[in-house]
T-cell receptor, first 113, second 114 residues
Framework: KQEVTQIPAALSVPEGENLVLNCSFT??????LQWFRQDPGKGLTSLLL?????REQTSGRLNASLDKSSGRSTLYIAASQPGDSATYLC????????????FGGGTRVLVKP | GAVVSQHPSWVICKSGTSVKIECRSL??????MFWYRQFPKQSLMLMAT?????????EQGVEKDKFLINHASLTLSTLTVTSAHPEDSSFYIC??????????FGSGTRLTVV
């Protein structure tokens, strides 16, 4: 059974610092890995999707790496801003597409102005 | 793209009544949709998998007669909370997957039962 863990559970940084969020998973037979952002009382917004054959994905200030062999993914957010304050979730489906996701517990980020 | 629209965004209902929540895939066909429930400051809990044209698959502990799911078309799934009670108050979110886009989530529905 796939288990996904996110460390740290919460993170508070001053504006401008880089953020490093970690995600680990126990079963390396994944189809892809997806990072989401959730604001309080809102749904999830997809940030980055990394296919199992890829090592990283980038979008603006966001960069996510994937190391299947060690069961790890890291989300980097450069030059953090107060608007980056949210909960960040990583999730993996099993090998076949369309099956249910396994979520990590999330990292709650606060960027202080 | 891959957009999922969820309505309503919030609803207040009286105890004992039923509430229907809609989840639509706007620009793609979704043979499978997922319904989640989220309590404050907790992660998402999968309630059921909605399959177009067939019965939904419920997770252990979720009452299928309480949470009715209908997936009548490739773009619409509905969740009906029947005979709602205050303990059903929660945040409900749907999602669907599209191959190259991964999973897309609706904006969620805040249900308050009074």
């Amino acid at each position: 059974k796939q288990e996904v863990t996110q460390i740290p559970a919460a993170l508070s940084v001053p504006e401008g610092e880089n953020l490093v969020l970690n995600c680990s998973f126990t079963d390396s037979a994944i189809y892809n890995l997806q990072w989401f952002r959730q604001d309080p009382g809102k749904g999830l917004t997809s940030l980055l999707l990394i296919q199992s054959s890829q090592r990283e994905q980038t979008s603006g200030r966001l960069n996510a790496s994937l190391d299947k062999s060690s069961g790890r993914s890291t989300l980097y957010i450069a030059a953090s801003q107060p608007g980056d304050s949210a909960t960040y979730l990583c999730a993996v489906p099993p090998k076949a597409a369309g099956n249910k996701l396994t979520f990590g517990g999330g990292t709650r980020v606060l960027v202080k102005p | 793209g891959a957009v999922v629209s969820q309505h309503p965004s919030w609803v207040i209902c009286k105890s004992g009544t039923s509430v229907k929540i809609e989840c639509r895939s706007l620009d793609f066909q979704a043979t499978t949709m997922f319904w989640y429930r989220q309590f404050p400051k907790q992660s998402l809990m999968l309630m059921a998998t909605s399959n177009e044209g067939s019965k939904a698959t419920y997770e252990q502990g979720v009452e299928k007669d309480k949470f009715l799911i209908n997936h009548a078309s490739l773009t619409l799934s509905t969740l009906t909370v029947t005979s709602a009670h205050p303990e059903d108050s929660s945040f409900y979110i749907c999602s669907a997957s599209r191959d190259s886009y991964g999973y897309t989530f609706g904006s969620g529905t805040r249900l308050t039962v009074v």
